[in-house]
């Protein structure tokens, strides 16, 4: 069964804080595509970084997301607004959002989410679905790679994750494309950002260890690669694919 992680107050105060900001990358990577839009949802929003991304091609925009803490830490702004929900029982009317985007939180949705979706988007609406996927790489520091690969990795499996097939579903695929962006971290930075992946964040949900342990584990694991520079660059991928309903 799939469980959305990402739920508690500790695991919303460490995203926001340790998450890295590139959905302006996304979002601008198909906003020519999308023109105008009057209003926008982004759908499992967490703490709205995602959602801010989108006011510069919508007039108005709503965020919305299942954790009440995650949406506590999120920035009000004018011409945004954030609503407590599920996206398998979206609380709008038919056709009401031009555009939705959904950002490393698809796979999370059931299939009652799908069909939502498309309910409440426009006729001719798109959906903009992308991930910012974090590669173990450190530049110029092999051994990160081969940490993630042989020592966090089988110690941390992968929750069970959903998949959707969109085009079966209604929505005709417009193109996708792939980026790459380096992101300075520190080594108490890169520590907080690993701690927000799902796999580590099950971990402590399920009783395996605590964050304090967590936190030691990659911590200690990881200092030595800091020496002698305080700071190190990490490659993220930002994987994008745009649809319109059909």
């Not at 499996?157 to 971290?185: K, W, Y």
Request: some cysteine; overall charge negative; hydrophobic content about 45%.
């Amino acid at each position: 069964m799939v469980t959305n992680p990402f739920l508690g107050p500790s695991v919303a105060s460490r995203y926001a804080r340790a998450r890295p900001n590139l959905h302006g990358e996304a979002i601008a990577a198909f906003s020519d595509a999308i023109g105008h839009a009057k209003l926008a949802i982004d759908l499992g929003c967490g703490t709205g970084m995602s959602t801010h991304a989108l006011v510069g091609i919508a007039e108005s925009v709503v965020g919305m997301d299942a954790s009440p803490d995650m949406l506590a830490k999120s920035r009000r702004a004018p011409d945004v607004s954030f609503v407590l929900g599920v996206a398998e029982r979206l609380p709008f009317a038919d056709r009401t959002f031009d555009f939705a985007t959904v950002a490393s939180a698809i796979h999370w949705f059931r299939l009652a989410a799908i069909e939502e979706v498309r309910r409440v988007l426009s006729a001719g609406g798109r959906l903009a679905v992308y991930d910012i996927r974090f590669r173990a790489e450190m530049i110029g520091v092999d051994s990160f790679g081969d940490w993630m690969a042989h020592s966090c990795t089988p110690r941390y499996p992968h929750p069970a994750r959903n998949e959707h097939d969109l085009a079966s579903m209604g929505f005709r695929s417009l193109g996708s494309e792939t980026l790459f962006r380096e992101v300075m971290m520190t080594l108490d930075e890169l520590t907080d950002y690993l701690m927000t992946h799902s796999e580590r964040i099950a971990a402590v949900q399920e009783g395996r260890e605590s964050e304090a342990q967590q936190r030691a584990f990659i911590n200690e694991s990881l200092a030595p690669m800091f020496q002698p520079a305080p700071v190190r660059s990490l490659t993220f991928g930002i994987t994008i694919e745009l649809f319109r309903v059909s």
